[in-house]
């Protein structure tokens, strides 16, 4: 089962995606796909870090989610767009080659029997990106997430904390 979960930042994203994982086992297994940039994402990460308690095992994986040695677990990946930026920063902005490695790394992700909850961000529905590096980032998001989606089994958009069924 593929579950996506969307929204834009403060939505409620990680919230939802975690209570879900923890309806579904007593064991999840949380994915943080971020590099810590600077001492303010710091802080965000340490939060993250807080939400969770011993029931959680936390693997620290910036790019290549699709070789997780895990089966039959519940997984929190968490989030798609750190984890795409990683992609992008490593390959100096190239979308082609930046798509071509995330699918390949997501295919073989779904290709296994974990039970899995992507968490990425609608960043296009915000404001138009002021550096072309930034417009080319939000373009590239867009169509992982339509990637994605296409491949999920259920598709939530988070709004003000609320989940809205986009795909069931």
Known sequence: MIYL?????RSGKSS???????????????IATARVWDDDFEAR???????????????????AIGNIDLEGEV????CITLWLTN???DTDHDIGRSME????????????DNTLIL????????THAPTESGRKFADM??????????????????????PVKVKE
């Open 119 to 126: 968490i990425t961000n609608e960043i296009g529905m915000g």
């Open 16 to 30: 939802y995606g975690q209570q879900l994982a923890l309806s579904l086992t007593d064991a999840p297994v949380y």
């Open 141 to 162: 998001q867009g169509w992982m997430n339509q990637f994605i989606a296409e491949q999920a089994d259920e598709v939530t958009l988070m709004v003000s904390g609320l």
């Open 45 to 63: 990460v340490e939060r993250h870090q807080e939400d969770r308690d011993e029931r959680w095992t936390t693997l620290e994986i910036e790019k």
């Open 5 to 9: 979960i969307t929204g834009g930042q």
């Open 75 to 78: 997984l929190v990946v968490d």
């Open 101 to 112: 490695l995330a699918k390949k790394e997501l295919q073989k992700l779904f290709a296994t």
């Open 87 to 89: 992609f992008f920063v």
